[in-house]
């Protein structure tokens, strides 16, 4: 037993709960019903995380079928800390200030609806947390129940994979690691933000880094980013 895991896994649950405020400060008041289909205005980031959520909940199945109880807690927590809050809601965040109104209402319908889920499935782990974000989180996503107790437990759904925009987005995250690696190297302080001026090697890459130009400046700290082509 160690009590620095207990530490870690308290913070886990601070991250989990402030992650649940984010959403619900941003799709409370917003249609946001679980009903329908609004895959058109998806962005790629969006098709993502929902991709990454299938996985997990597979590599989840799979814990628990094979009493690997450990596993099961990792694949939840990486999901959650690395993927959803790191990643996805730093992206979700550009895409409700830039976007139109319908990929503002898909980007809204993406987060309430995968932390309903993320909710679901990390339940059997931290029970106690899960509920009390369970009932405030499930009536913004339009869902009943009296309890997440007796609400399904997550499963995969394999057609909602898409190797696609995990490329897509591990592209992003390519980009950001290595402007944040270029600060480091040269002791530059993570808040200050300094233009990034880009040279591109073919015109894919031109039209990548200006089509993504927001998301690069908000997760690497950006004041511009200037690409040469």
């Not at 620095?4 to 619900?24: D, H, I, P, Q, T």
């Not at 897509?168 to 933000?193: F, H, K, N, W």
Request: net charge negative.
């Amino acid at each position: 037993f160690d009590s620095k895991r207990c530490e870690g896994y308290r913070n886990f649950c601070n991250k989990l709960w402030n992650a649940s405020r984010f959403v619900l400060m941003n799709c409370e008041g917003y249609d946001c019903d679980s009903s329908g289909d609004s895959s058109d205005a998806r962005s790629t980031a969006d098709r993502w995380i929902v991709s990454r959520l299938q996985k997990t909940e597979g590599q989840v199945e799979k814990g628990f079928a094979d009493y690997r109880l450990d596993n099961v807690a990792n694949t939840i927590y990486d999901f959650v800390w690395n993927e959803f809050c790191d990643w996805y809601l730093e992206i979700a965040k550009v895409q409700i200030q830039t976007g139109t109104q319908a990929q503002q209402r898909a980007t809204r319908r993406t987060l309430i609806r995968v932390l309903e889920a993320i909710l679901r499935l990390a339940h059997p782990i931290i029970p106690f947390v899960t509920e009390a974000l369970w009932q405030v989180v499930a009536p913004v996503a339009g869902l009943p129940g009296a309890s997440i107790a007796i609400a399904a437990y997550p499963q995969a759904q394999a057609e909602k994979i898409d190797e696609a925009a995990e490329s897509y987005v591990a592209r992003i995250q390519a980009m950001v690691d290595a402007c944040r690696t270029l600060r480091g190297e040269m002791g530059v302080s993570p808040a200050q933000r300094l233009p990034l001026l880009a040279v591109a090697d073919t015109p894919d890459d031109a039209q990548f880094l200006r089509t993504n130009a927001a998301v690069l400046k908000n997760l690497a700290k950006l004041s511009d980013v200037q690409v040469f082509d």
